[in-house]
């Protein structure tokens, strides 16, 4: 069996991405996602702010995506999440489901 991990992560849809109903320009997205990293990186808890402004349905997870191995996500996402070490949040990825802050749990 291959090396799992075990990430969260905040998604910040916007109107065109991939399943998104979201009203919000590519633009405006990239400016929330950059002010949330910035609030994660002074210290606000990420699970929290994924509840608070994420996208995705694992929101209410804190994010939470559980375990999962390599090639399981689009590949902008898989190679970033199995980049970090435990603990560490990534800078801003864009996906063609929009944009995204991960944080490697595992």
Avoid: N, W
Wanted: charged residues 25%; proline residues 3%.
């Amino acid at each position: 069996m291959s090396a799992q991990i075990r990430a969260a992560h905040i998604l910040l849809m916007y109107k065109g991405s991939m399943r998104s109903q979201s009203t919000r320009t590519k633009d405006e997205a990239l400016s929330a996602i950059t002010e949330i990293l910035d609030e994660i990186r002074e210290g606000a808890d990420f699970g929290q702010m994924a509840k608070e402004y994420s996208d995705c349905p694992s929101a209410e997870e804190g994010g939470d995506l559980g375990h999962f191995g390599p090639g399981a996500m689009v590949p902008e996402f898989d190679s970033a999440a199995f980049a970090l070490a435990v603990g560490e949040v990534s800078g801003v990825i864009e996906t063609s489901f929009g944009y995204h802050l991960i944080h490697r749990v595992e």
